[in-house]
C-alpha cells in the first residue's frame, strides 16, 4: 500500500494516480483495512465527480464484513457492473473482474435462489468479458447440483498455475474446491500460503484461507486441528472487528461440536450465529446453523426435529437452487425421515440426488449418495450391492465420518434382516471410526448396536499419559483452580481456546468436572506437575 500510494503521488497523469491508488485501496480491502482504503480512495475523488469502480469495492467490502448487509450490497455491485460494460468496456479488464468476483462473493453470502438468478443473468449478459477463473467461482459458489459437473476437474487445471497464482486466487479456488469436495486434493497450496497471507497483513486471504484449513480437517476427520483452527481464526476475525467471519467462524466451530456431541455448545454457537445472520437474510450462514440443529438433534436421536430442521433447507426429493446446505445434508434428511416412518420420502430424496448425478459432481457426494440409496433401498440384495459401491468408492476414505454412518446404517440393516452375526464386522468398523473421530454419541449409538447383536459392553480405558504437554499444563492449572482467564494469562492462549483444551482433556482421562482434575492427573507414572 504504501509502495502503490507513493507511485500514485509521483504519477504524471490523472489517470496513472486514479489506478495506483484503486489498486493501493483494492490491497487495503484484503488486509481488513476498509478505513484506509475509503481514504485512499477519498484523496482522489472531488465532491463532483461520481462514484468509481474503486469506490464501490471499499463500499460494498465495509457493508459485507462490518455489517452483514448482503441485499444492499448485492445492488450496489450489480449497478457498478452494468455501469462499467455500459461505458463501453472492449474486453476484460482489472476493475471489472474485481466487481464481478466481490458480486460472486456476496451471493454466495446471501444464498438464495433470487439473488443467484440476477447475477447469473448478469454474468451471462457479459459472455466473454468474465475472466474463465470467474466463471469457475460462478458455477462452484452457486449451485453444485446444476452446475458443478466438471468443476473438480477446472479447478486442479488453474490450481496448476500454483505459485503464480494471485493470492485472492488461491482462497476462490480453495472455495470452489470446498463446495466440490476436493479440498484435501489442494491442501499445500493453501498450507503454503496462509501463515505468509497473515504475515504479510493480508489478513482477509488468511482468514478465508484458515475457514478452508479448518473444513477440510473437519472432513478427512482431524477434528482436534480443526478444532484448534477454527479458535485460531475465530480470535484473528473477532481482533481485527471482521464480524461476517468471526460469524461464519462460529458457524463452523458450531458444526464440529455437533458432530463431537458437544451439544450445548453446539446450540450456544449455532443460536448465536443465528440471530445474527437470519435478521439480515444470509442465507449461507443460516444454512450452516440449520445444519447444526439437524446435526445436534440426529445426535440426541429426535429424529422429528431433525426432520424439520433438514427440511428447512430443501425439501425431500428437491436440491434448492442457491442452498449450498442442500446436497450437504443429503444423510441427514434420509437418515431422518426413515427415523420418523417417511420411508418414501427417504427413498425419494436419494432417487433425486442419483437423477441429478451428484456422484459425477465430488467424491464425497458419490459416498451419501451411494449410501443413501442403500439405506432406502426396498431390496435387501439391491441395498447390499449400493453399500458395497458406497464402501468401494476411492474416495471413501477421505470422508470416514460418512462412511463411519453409512457402515452403521448397513450394519443395522443386516442385523435386522440376517441377524447378529452378519451385522457385527460392520458395525464394530462404525464404531471404531466414531471412536477415533471423537464423535462420542454417534460412537455410543454404535456400541449400543453392537450390544443388540451380543457383543459385550465396551470399557474405554483411560490413559492420562496420552494427553499433549499443552493439555497437560493447562489440566494442572485447572486442577489448582485457576480459572480459565487465569490459564490464559499464564499460558498466553485466550480463555475460549483454554476451554477448547479442557473440552479434549475431560474425556480422555475418562471425567466430566473440573473438580475431578487432580485425582485423574494423579494417576499419570511420575507426574510432577506439567503446569510447574
Not at 449409538?445 to 480405558?461: I, K, T, V, Y
Not at 499443552?470 to 490459564?487: S, Y
Amino acid at each position: 500500500m504504501t509502495w502503490l500510494t507513493r507511485a500514485a503521488e509521483l504519477s504524471e497523469t490523472r489517470e496513472d494516480r486514479s489506478r495506483r491508488l484503486a489498486n493501493a485501496a483494492f490491497v487495503a480491502g484484503h488486509a481488513g483495512l476498509l478505513d484506509r482504503a475509503q481514504r485512499l480512495l477519498d484523496t482522489d475523488r472531488g465532491p463532483s465527480e461520481s462514484e468509481s469502480a474503486a469506490s464501490v469495492l471499499v463500499s460494498a467490502y465495509t457493508a459485507l464484513y462490518e455489517d452483514g448487509d448482503v441485499r444492499s450490497s448485492h445492488r450496489q455491485l450489480t449497478a457498478a457492473v452494468e455501469r462499467r460494460c455500459g461505458s463501453g468496456t472492449a474486453g476484460p479488464d482489472e476493475e471489472l473482474t474485481r466487481l464481478v468476483n466481490l458480486l460472486l462473493a456476496i451471493s454466495q453470502y446471501a444464498g438464495d435462489r433470487d439473488a443467484w438468478q440476477r447475477t447469473h443473468r448478469l454474468l451471462d449478459s457479459l459472455g466473454d468479458l468474465v475472466p474463465p477463473t470467474s466463471r469457475i467461482y460462478q458455477d462452484a459458489w452457486s449451485d453444485v447440483v446444476r452446475r458443478g459437473h466438471g468443476v473438480q476437474e477446472r479447478v486442479a487445471a488453474a490450481y496448476a498455475a500454483f505459485p503464480h497464482l494471485d493470492p485472492w486466487d488461491i482462497t476462490r479456488l480453495g472455495v470452489a474446491a470446498y463446495h466440490v469436495d476436493t479440498l484435501g486434493d489442494h491442501r499445500t497450496h493453501l498450507a503454503r500460503s496462509v501463515e505468509r497471507e497473515l504475515l504479510t497483513g493480508a489478513v482477509v486471504n488468511g482468514m478465508t484461507m484458515l475457514h478452508l484449513i479448518m473444513l477440510d480437517q473437519i472432513a478427512s476427520g482431524d477434528w482436534e486441528a480443526g478444532e484448534e483452527t477454527g479458535q485460531r481464526v475465530l480470535e484473528l476475525t473477532t481482533a481485527h472487528g471482521n464480524v461476517l467471519f468471526a460469524h461464519h467462524s462460529r458457524a463452523y466451530l458450531a458444526l464440529l461440536a455437533a458432530l463431537r456431541g458437544d451439544l450445548g455448545r453446539a446450540r450456544e454457537l449455532q443460536s448465536a450465529v443465528d440471530r445474527w445472520a437470519r435478521p439480515r437474510r444470509i442465507g449461507f450462514l443460516t444454512q450452516i446453523a440449520d445444519a447444526v440443529a439437524t446435526a445436534v438433534a440426529l445426535s440426541e436421536g429426535d429424529y422429528e426435529s431433525a426432520y424439520l430442521c433438514a427440511t428447512g433447507i430443501t425439501r425431500p426429493g428437491t436440491f434448492e437452487p442457491g442452498a449450498h446446505q442442500a446436497s450437504r445434508t443429503l444423510l441427514d434428511l434420509v437418515e431422518a425421515a426413515l427415523h420418523t416412518g417417511r420411508a418414501g420420502e427417504a427413498r425419494e430424496h436419494a432417487l433425486a440426488a442419483q437423477v441429478a448425478h451428484l456422484p459425477d459432481v465430488s467424491p464425497r457426494l458419490a459416498l451419501v449418495t451411494f449410501g443413501a440409496l442403500a439405506m432406502t433401498a426396498e431390496d435387501d440384495d439391491r441395498a447390499a450391492e449400493l453399500f458395497q459401491r458406497a464402501e468401494t468408492h476411492p474416495g471413501a476414505a477421505d470422508f470416514p465420518f460418512e462412511r463411519a454412518r453409512i457402515r452403521l446404517a448397513h450394519g443395522g440393516r443386516l442385523r435386522h434382516s440376517q441377524g447378529p452375526r452378519a451385522a457385527r464386522q460392520l458395525l464394530g468398523q462404525a464404531a471404531e471410526a466414531f471412536e477415533q473421530l471423537g464423535a462420542r454419541t454417534w460412537a455410543e449409538r454404535a456400541h449400543a448396536e453392537l450390544r443388540a447383536c451380543g457383543a459385550p459392553a465396551q470399557h474405554r480405558s483411560t490413559n492420562p499419559a496420552t494427553l499433549t504437554w499443552q493439555e497437560h499444563r493447562i489440566a494442572d492449572l485447572a486442577a489448582r483452580g485457576l480459572t480459565n482467564k487465569e490459564i490464559g494469562e499464564r499460558t498466553h492462549l485466550s480463555p475460549r481456546t483454554v476451554s477448547s483444551h479442557l473440552y479434549r482433556v475431560f474425556p480422555k482421562l475418562g471425567i466430566t468436572t473440573r473438580a475431578a482434575l487432580r485425582d485423574a492427573l494423579a494417576a499419570v507414572p511420575g507426574d510432577a506437575g506439567a503446569g510447574s
